[in-house]
């Protein structure tokens, strides 16, 4: 016989602090995955050169860092580790040799 699965809502975007406790509290961790509605985000090993850091201050509007907190304790992490993981990650995407091919900017050369 199958096991139902409990029914997890989803955090409303403006949850409070006190909601986000009281939501994670109340659902396992292990019914969250199951029903969808938490990941898993993959955690490396940092290199040597990771390690060494250096500080950056970054200014932002009000409404972007409230953003970036909300959503950094829905994944139970600080808004400072959430924005350098997305900082590496877009890094290593500018990083990445980039392919040449746009039709339209060829059709331009040539004419």
Excluded: C
Excluded at 6 to 26: H, S
């Amino acid at each position: 016989m199958k096991r139902r699965s409990k029914i997890i809502p989803l955090l409303p975007r403006d949850a409070t602090d006190e909601e986000i406790i009281r939501w994670t509290e109340m659902y396992d961790i292990g019914a969250r995955l199951d029903a969808g509605v938490s990941e898993i985000v993959e955690i490396h090993e940092p290199s040597k050169q990771e390690n060494q850091t250096t500080q950056l201050t970054l200014r932002v509007s009000p409404f972007m860092k409230s953003t970036l907190e909300k959503i950094a304790r829905q994944r139970t992490t600080r808004a400072s580790t959430l924005a350098r993981a997305w900082l590496a990650e877009r890094l290593r995407q500018e990083l990445k040799p980039r392919k040449r091919s746009n039709p339209r900017r060829a059709k331009m050369r040539a004419s």
